[in-house]
């Protein structure tokens, strides 16, 4: 039986549509950058993390291989819905480094993300004020030069197709938003699993239901989180 949305998928199932989760971005990569001020040096890094344990590990790393640092200030933002989120002065004046860091954290709409800031004092005082400053703009650095992907709240979506229409199937796939689970090849028709953005699933079933002249067998299975290429809202609005 071929469908045309994914409500009559649920129908069929006898399942009520489950609420939509909000995508969500995260660095993967460690990066680094550092800065001099007044001979102070701060060194910035971001890093992926999942839990609060992952986060103390990371920081008690830092301050075993900078000994002689100053400061080791850093913040961090857990969760799909962001329902984490602490940060740590260490000793600078309260509020100049770990809320500085967390608002660039913030800004770029990330989550699973630490950044930490390294301060090697170099005997000159900042005040606050630019000390915040500077902070924010190595939290912000050490951001923008990390790499970052997107996890994507999809449909699970399992596909048979006639083989003469699994080229251009495979080829839509390619061309769209959309994850390749798994393939595989039966006797009859070609299986193919999927993951596709919910807010893009309407639009895909139509598609394949136009290649196939409605002779796809199409049927949800699941939901979940999908690992996605991120692009710059700059890119994406291109």
Known sequence: MGYSTVEEIYEDEGK?????????????????????????????????????????QIIGNLRKSN???????????LGETMSVAKNNDDGEPAG???????????QA?????????????GGAELGKSRLTRVYNAVANGAIAEAKKFKMVYCNEIEIKVPYANYGSVSKLFTDSNVHIIEQKNDESMPLIKIAVPVKASEK?????????????????????FYKFEYKSQSVEKK
């Open 109 to 121: 709409h990330l989550t699973n993300t630490l950044v930490a800031v390294v301060r090697y004092f």
């Open 16 to 56: 009520e549509k489950l609420e939509v989760k909000n995508d969500y971005i995260s660095v993967e990569e460690m990066s680094v950058v550092e800065l001099d001020v007044k001979k102070s040096r701060f060194i910035g890094m971001a890093f992926h993390v999942e839990s609060d344990d992952e986060v103390h």
């Open 96 to 106: 100049s480094a770990g809320a500085p860091i967390f608002e660039a954290i913030k």
């Open 204 to 224: 895909i079933l139509e598609s394949i239901r136009a290649k196939t002249r409605g002779s796809s067998v199409i049927s949800k299975y699941g939901n979940g």
């Open 67 to 77: 000994k002689n640092a100053s400061h080791v200030c850093y913040a961090f933002i």
